[in-house]
């Protein structure tokens, strides 16, 4: 049973414009939500993360919005860049007890720019 | 600062065998936790440790195996290799490894089961 789904495998963009990459959960015990890039042969990076008592979270050129009622979030990219071309992971975590937090990933959305 | 740096990169090995792969986490992250990459199933977690204790541990069969040392550089073992088995292992560090606490991720160690 996948807790956390990105139901777009892919997605294209032309430059300058708005990349919007979504992400959908089911588990309602998640109470922090983190966006990962990853390029070819290198390990994921942390991009943006949003608490679950918030709705959105902006960092530069990227921000985050969370509907809890609707179990969805999504990441916006203005303007896309072509370096911006990788994998994205949206991730989920909640307290799995003794402190610890494991991170349960969606299968990941590749994003291209087109130049 | 130095990064999260994974051993090998790439590894070979037949059914049967067994591999430990190698973490060293960022200078004062006390926390490291293992992932599983395929492309069926994505990015699955393994285990975590935290001040040499296995706190969390994922759907995984008893051959994959870890541990967490006084530096708090970790290893993970798995036992009786299957084909299945081949995948990006991925390890990660944090500070104390807290919620929305930022994950760093090593390179990876890409297995391979012949």
């Known amino acids: 049973d996948q807790q956390v789904k990105q139901n777009s495998p892919s997605l294209s963009v032309q430059e300058g414009r708005i990349s919007i990459l979504n992400c959908d959960y089911t588990n309602s015990m998640f109470d922090y939500f983190l966006w990962y890039k990853k390029y070819p042969a290198e390990g994921p990076t942390f991009l943006i993360s949003i608490s679950s008592i918030k709705d959105k979270n902006e960092d530069g050129r990227f921000t985050v919005f969370l509907n809890k009622s609707a179990k969805h979030l999504s990441l916006h990219i203005v303007p896309s860049q072509p370096g911006d071309s990788a994998v994205y992971f949206c991730?989920?975590?909640?307290?799995?007890?003794?402190?610890?937090?494991?991170?349960?990933f969606g299968k990941g959305t590749k994003l291209s720019v087109i130049p | 600062k130095a990064g999260v740096t994974q051993t090998p990169r790439y590894l070979i090995k037949t059914r049967g065998q067994q591999v430990t792969l190698s973490c060293s986490p960022i200078s004062g992250h006390r926390s490291v936790s293992w992932y599983q990459q395929t492309p069926g199933q994505g990015l699955q977690f393994l285990f975590e440790y935290f001040s040499e204790t296995q706190r969390n541990k994922g759907n995984f069969p008893g051959r994959f195996s870890g541990r967490q040392f006084s530096n708090s550089r970790s290893e993970m073992n798995v036992s009786t290799l299957e084909l299945g088995d081949s995948a990006l292992y991925l390890c990660?560090?944090?500070?104390?490894?807290?919620?929305?606490?930022?994950?760093?991720f090593g390179q990876g160690t890409r297995l391979t089961v012949v």
């Open positions: 991730a989920a975590s909640g307290n799995s007890g003794a402190g610890s937090y494991q991170l349960t």
């Open positions: 990660a560090s944090s500070l104390i490894g807290g919620g929305g606490a930022e994950a760093f």
